[in-house]
């Protein structure tokens, strides 16, 4: 079954932090990984979009990198605000069913950084 | 440019009622779609739309139906609302099989 999972569930830093949240999945063949940041009663946004070829990809204080061979994704957060509080949500790319390009969507890590 | 925009943001439905969720994009976008979210759930696609005039099934489409007659709207119908049916429904949209495009959601809930 093709699947993405996320850890941890959730997890609280203090601000100024360095955290690292875990994407592992199951989904053959991969296309892509997105990782996206949704805010409390927001819309995901979109951080990353590595392919299989990209081992790692930034976006300001967000590092993702990618191990296509083990299938698995981590997003570091360096030097974390408060603004960081949110779910990261690991979203995978391959082809599902006979289809191609089917998004499978992990539940997401809710992160908390405390003051 | 306002992105995706969804109306309405919030919504009570009584079991039975009907209603359409709105959708629309400025970023001519030809592919558009409709997600649920469910507390502790990855979100679920609904329907699909790669153009104007074309839709198809997501994983969870019973007791829902879509149209696209533009580029820009996408309206999700709920027939026969069920409390089942009680979610955070989210639109999208994207270039081909690019980057998602969300809009911020519209909470419903059926008693």
């Known amino acids: 079954k093709n699947q993405v999972e996320q850890s941890p569930q959730s997890l609280i830093i203090l601000e100024g932090k360095n955290c690292t949240l875990q994407?592992?999945?199951?989904?053959?063949?991969?296309?892509?990984l997105r990782w996206y940041k949704q805010d409390t009663g927001r819309g995901p946004v979109s951080l990353t979009i590595m392919t299989f070829s990209e081992n790692t990809k930034s976006n300001g204080r967000y590092t993702a990198t990618l191990d296509a061979d083990t299938k698995q994704s981590s997003l570091h957060i360096t030097a974390s605000q408060l603004s960081d509080s949110a779910s990261y949500i690991c979203?995978?790319?391959?082809?599902?069913?006979?289809?191609?390009?089917?998004?499978?969507f992990g539940t997401g890590t809710l992160l908390a950084v405390q003051p | 440019n306002a992105g995706v925009t969804q109306t309405p943001k919030f919504r009570i439905l009584k079991i039975g009622q009907s209603m359409t969720l709105q959708c629309t994009q400025d970023m001519n976008h030809n592919y558009m779609y409709w997600y649920r979210q469910d507390p502790g759930m990855g979100l679920k696609l609904i329907y699909y739309?790669?153009?104007?005039?074309?839709?198809d099934k997501g994983e969870v489409p019973n007791g829902y139906n879509v149209s696209r007659s533009t580029t820009e709207d996408f309206p999700l119908r709920l027939e026969l609302a069920a409390p089942s049916q009680t979610s955070v429904y989210f639109c999208?949209?994207?270039?081909?099989?690019?980057?998602?495009?969300f809009g911020e959601g519209s909470r419903l809930t059926v008693l």
């Open positions: 979203v995978v790319s391959g082809r599902v069913g006979g289809a191609t390009n089917k998004l499978i």
């Open positions: 999208a949209s994207s270039q081909g099989t690019g980057e998602l495009f």
């Open positions: 994407c592992n999945y199951t989904v053959s063949p991969f296309s892509n």
């Open positions: 739309s790669v153009g104007a005039g074309i839709t």
